[in-house]
């Protein structure tokens, strides 16, 4: 039998600097250590947990001594669900981080030649900023390695050694966010602050609930159990949308989901659409299912710059409403309009970009891949009279062909705002062959931006890059990036 390798443990080290993915890093032995939430300047006694030919990964099992930029987390659950890993560092921080990670992935991915960079926008709001969360529902909660050490344990036939934890009714049963890196391991949230405190109580509420009715909770491994996951929208128009996954395993199973939903409605006068559907598949996406509206509407509006845009379950729309308005506010700058301009929209989504530049373009087509996302912008347009777009539901790489753009006519300026994965190699080259005077790059992704930009360098320079930072305490952030075609 092979022994298992004893990794190290390393006694105050002092952490050098924030790395990639939220985590921080020091060199050890000629090696870079990657360790979670810390920040630099702190001392710290470093566990080895995972050991490379290049790199080791690292958790701090103390703190000697504290970094004077340290911030205090007001998190409760701060360093446990991993959504909000820079908590403890000051917000001036992290934007100076985050100016900085633009630079090095654009310049060392993108290898391309680049102008001075724009200083990052910072978000107005660094708490309560999202408009949209998930959570999900577990028969089986995690636990921390304090919790459990404070669970009752049962005994032996002797009544000597302890066999199992004890668990109480419902002890097991949560709703919360997922663990990093496991997909069947959910942590129970309390309250969580990236959205308005209502989704904390509404939430709390559902699952008050489904513990005093016995309601079950979803088994990720078995694919059985009633309650499965929550989706909350809000918007800046003051409406709330909840949308429940149910799974229905027994004849009874509607009826006592409706029953939650009746009680969620008496509740919660606030909530303006109120969704739910049985989903039956191994996971949660709702892409293709059919959404059922229990009360209310199947939509929330929200509003920017005096237009109104419809958003429903299905619909993407960037989930810190403040910021995107910066953010396109970029976007439609770069694109230099001035009402003579024929403009495509790539990777639409409810036409919000498409709708938001319309008044300064001669006409603007938007295509995108969910098709209830492309009807939402159609009557995203017709509610502000905008005449002048034209949208197409597809994959992109399917839709925009050098067919496409013969028929639809040559785009003065295209904008593109692709997934994290970057776009297609086939979209980029239509793009290039559509040969457009000006590209708006808008980025959730810097590094497959960079290597969009690198295959883009032979026909197009990089004229301006801005960051936005749109998710506070988080290590993401977006990039706008506008491209001009070079001279024959």
Known sequence: MTKKKVLP???????????AEGKCLFHYNEKVVFVPFCVPGDIADV??????????EGRIIRFTHYSAIREKPFCKHFGICGGCKWQNLPYTEQLKVKQQQVFDQLSKIGKIKLPEFRTILGSEKIKEYRNKLEFGCADRRWYTKEELEQLPKEDDNDGNSPLAIKRSKNQDNCIGFHITGAFDKIYPIERCWLMDNLHNVIRNEIRDYAFASGMTFFDVRTQHGLLRNIMFRNSNTDEWMV????????????????ALLQHIADQFPQITSLLYVNNQKCNDTIGDLDIQVFKGKDHIFEKMEGLKFKVGPKSFYQTNTEQAYHLYSVAREFAGLTGKETVYDLYTGTGTIANFIAGKARQVIGIEYVPEAIEDAKVNSHLNDITNTTF????????????????QGHPDVIITDPPRAGMHSDVIKVI??????????????????????????????????????MFPHTPHVENVVLLQKRKD
């Open 9 to 19: 443990l390393l006694q105050g080290v002092t952490i050098e600097k924030v790395a």
């Open 47 to 56: 566990q080895i947990t995972r050991k490379k030919h290049s790199f080791c």
């Open 243 to 258: 949308l429940i996954q149910f799974h229905y395993d027994q004849p009874d199973d509607e009826s006592k989901a409706k």
């Open 392 to 407: 197409f539901a597809g994959d992109m790489k399917d839709i925009l062909t050098d067919q496409f753009v013969q028929e």
């Open 432 to 469: 290039l062959n559509a040969k457009p005077e000006r590209i708006v790059y808008v980025s959730c992704n810097p590094a497959t931006q960079a290597r969009d930009l690198s295959v883009l360098d032979s026909a197009y320079e990089v004229m301006q890059v801005q960051p936005v930072d």
